[in-house]
């Protein structure tokens, strides 16, 4: 069976978004499915499926943090699906958030599959009038040694990561300056698209608050951490791998609202329920966390939750990718 895979999210040097494919390729192939073609969005985006698609016997689309708002990047996605299906290709959307769509519900109707990522999405998507289930983030079923590549022990340290909200990025980066706790951005560099993101960066260059960009070499220092706080999804996974207490930010969407409730991590998981908090809210609420978390019987029900949701992550995506092989 040859896929064509949509959305291929490694552009921009995301760590989370490159576990993601290499999950997602790697699924593809145990359950006998051969990717060949992994496409990016971008200029063309559209005349290429449509090169791709009379070669593929299904496409494959991966939804991750793209498919909420009606956003430009939802609707090309949609646009693409929608193109397949009239093709006569069946249709797999994985791997998604969804959130306050409309026009780019038209896509529901053209899959034979929809796996969200969190019950939030799914929910949404019910409500649409669409059967969806629920697999867990694909970089969950990451080995953790393969990420850390460290067995050291905890430290003791906050480990602070950057948000994909650019207001709360700068928010947190000023909170670990301040504190001289290390900071790290998921994404590599900025959109080159985004007047507010060029902003936020050259903000943080001119107070040195710029950080690292996190990557195989320095992903360490969440494993040897003693909590995380970020208001990144992804980041909230890679402490779900590494067994680490986190206190997570809002995002621009449910998804890290709706992965909570769905692991049931308990105290050492906690959201700040806080749309725009102040740097003092922020300093108090990971004062206040690494106290609550403190308790070593609380962070080994912690881990013991973590792993629990890890394994449901490997079981719920072997299941996908069988069902995907299976469609007919």
């Not at 989370?16 to 790697?26: E, Y």
Request: hydrophobic residues 40%.
């Amino acid at each position: 069976m040859y896929a064509l895979i949509l959305n291929d999210t490694r552009g921009h040097g995301h760590l989370g978004c490159g576990l993601v494919m290499n999950q997602l390729l790697a699924g593809c192939s145990t359950a006998g499915i051969h990717p060949y073609r992994v496409l990016r969005q971008g200029r063309g985006h559209l005349a290429a499926v449509r090169r791709a698609l009379p070669k593929a016997d299904i496409v494959i689309i991966n939804g991750e943090g793209t498919m909420h708002h009606d956003q430009p990047s939802a609707q090309s996605l949609a646009e693409a699906g929608i193109l397949a299906h009239q093709m006569g290709k069946p249709l797999a959307l994985i791997n998604t958030v969804w959130e306050q769509n409309s026009l780019v519900n038209t896509l529901l109707p053209c899959a034979k599959l929809i796996y969200a990522r969190e019950s939030r999405s799914a929910a949404q998507i019910r409500q649409a009038g669409y059967l969806s289930m629920v697999a867990p983030d694909l970089s969950l079923t990451t080995p953790p040694h393969l990420v850390f590549q460290t067995q050291k022990a905890c430290g003791s340290q906050v480990v602070v990561l950057d948000d994909v909200r650019w207001d709360l990025t700068l928010l947190l980066a000023r909170f670990a300056k301040k504190h001289g706790f290390p900071f790290f951005r998921m994404a590599g560099r900025p959109s080159l698209r985004s007047r507010p993101s060029l902003q936020a960066w050259g903000d943080l260059f001119c107070e040195g608050a710029l950080g690292s960009s996190l990557n195989k070499r320095n992903i360490t220092a969440i494993y040897q951490s003693e909590i995380i706080v970020t208001g990144r999804f992804h980041g909230a996974c890679l402490a779900i791998l590494a067994g680490r207490p986190f206190l997570a930010l809002p995002s621009n969407t449910h998804k890290i609202h709706g992965m909570l409730e769905d692991a049931d991590l308990g105290v050492c998981a906690r959201m700040l329920d806080l749309e725009n908090p102040t740097e003092n809210q922020l300093a108090e609420a990971v004062t206040a966390f690494r106290e609550q978390v403190s308790d070593s019987a609380v962070q080994w029900a912690f881990r013991e939750a973590c792993q629990k949701y890890i394994k449901r992550a490997h079981r719920e995506a072997k299941c996908m990718f069988n069902a995907i092989r299976d469609i007919r």
